[in-house]
């Protein structure tokens, strides 16, 4: 784990569901870098969902949010994280943060996270409820993540969280050559490929990860 991330305190009541959960993504999902699974047994993602859903934080599906969001499937989360093979070291760009969860799965395994979010209120929430659990490596912007964030380019590694018909240009130009960026990718708004894309000297290339949905890439770059 990221020495700069926070010692996130997993004696709050819910240790038995995580448990199931990150042993589940191991078992089921066949989720091997246990990394990104001993970060999954770490977050306490009861604390990123609506008070009335916390029962149901560690079941194996999304769940909704405000405004049309929603927190995604804890094996999505798993299997995204696991694909861009952190070290530790990375900066890593991540678009459409939400409630901050996955903001905080990649802040644990890299050494730094800058998050956009579209949704003011949303980003609001998420940055508050980050500072309260100690993570002090993640910067957050309200924008459109698909012109991503340049001042702080080129980044080791990127992660879209909303589906978009094709790659941003924008944000394989800020993507350091030998870096990955996880995004879903589809021509319908619901029905989505999960892609890799992996940045060359000259260009990139991409990798059909498997069948995903995700709620629509807003912006320049994604859906108008």
């Given at each position: 784990?990221?020495?700069?991330?926070?010692?996130?305190?997993t004696?709050?009541?819910?240790?038995?569901?995580?448990?199931?959960?990150?042993?589940?993504?191991?078992?089921?999902?066949k989720?091997?870098?246990?990394?990104?699974?001993?970060?999954?047994?770490?977050?306490?993602?009861?604390?990123?969902?609506p008070?009335?859903?916390?029962?149901?934080?560690?079941?194996?599906?999304?769940?909704?949010?405000?405004?049309?969001?929603?927190?995604?499937?804890?094996?999505?989360?798993?299997?995204?994280?696991?694909?861009?093979?952190?070290?530790?070291?990375?900066?890593?760009?991540?678009?459409?943060?939400?409630?901050?969860?996955?903001?905080?799965?990649?802040?644990?395994?890299?050494?730094?996270?800058?998050?956009?979010?579209?949704?003011?209120?949303?980003?609001?929430?998420?940055?508050?409820?980050?500072?309260?659990?100690?993570?002090?490596?993640?910067?957050?912007?309200?924008?459109?993540?698909?012109?991503?964030?340049?001042?702080?380019?080129?980044?080791?590694?990127?992660?879209?969280?909303a589906?978009g018909?094709?790659?941003?240009?924008?944000?394989?130009?800020?993507?350091?050559?030998?870096g990955?960026?996880?995004?879903?990718?589809?021509?319908?708004?619901?029905?989505?490929?999960?892609?890799?894309?992996?940045?060359?000297?000259?260009?990139?290339?991409?990798?059909?990860?498997?069948?995903?949905?995700?709620?629509?890439?807003?912006?320049?770059?994604?859906w108008?």
């Amino acid at each position: 784990m990221n020495a700069s991330a926070p010692n996130v305190r997993t004696s709050d009541g819910f240790e038995i569901p995580r448990g199931r959960m990150a042993a589940h993504l191991r078992s089921y999902y066949k989720i091997a870098d246990e990394r990104v699974l001993g970060a999954m047994n770490t977050v306490p993602r009861h604390l990123f969902v609506p008070s009335a859903l916390q029962s149901q934080a560690y079941k194996d599906n999304a769940l909704p949010l405000s405004v049309g969001q929603t927190i995604s499937q804890p094996f999505i989360v798993a299997r995204m994280t696991e694909l861009l093979e952190l070290n530790g070291r990375e900066r890593v760009l991540e678009i459409g943060s939400g409630s901050g969860y996955q903001t905080a799965v990649l802040a644990l395994l890299a050494r730094k996270v800058f998050a956009i979010e579209r949704i003011a209120s949303i980003a609001s929430n998420a940055k508050e409820r980050l500072m309260g659990l100690g993570y002090r490596n993640v910067s957050y912007r309200v924008g459109d993540g698909t012109l991503g964030w340049p001042i702080y380019s080129p980044f080791d590694a990127m992660l879209v969280a909303a589906g978009g018909p094709e790659v941003p240009q924008p944000l394989v130009d800020q993507l350091a050559v030998g870096g990955r960026m996880v995004i879903p990718i589809g021509s319908e708004q619901k029905v989505q490929v999960l892609v890799r894309v992996t940045r060359k000297e000259k260009g990139y290339t991409t990798e059909n990860c498997g069948p995903c949905a995700f709620v629509p890439l807003i912006g320049e770059h994604g859906w108008k």
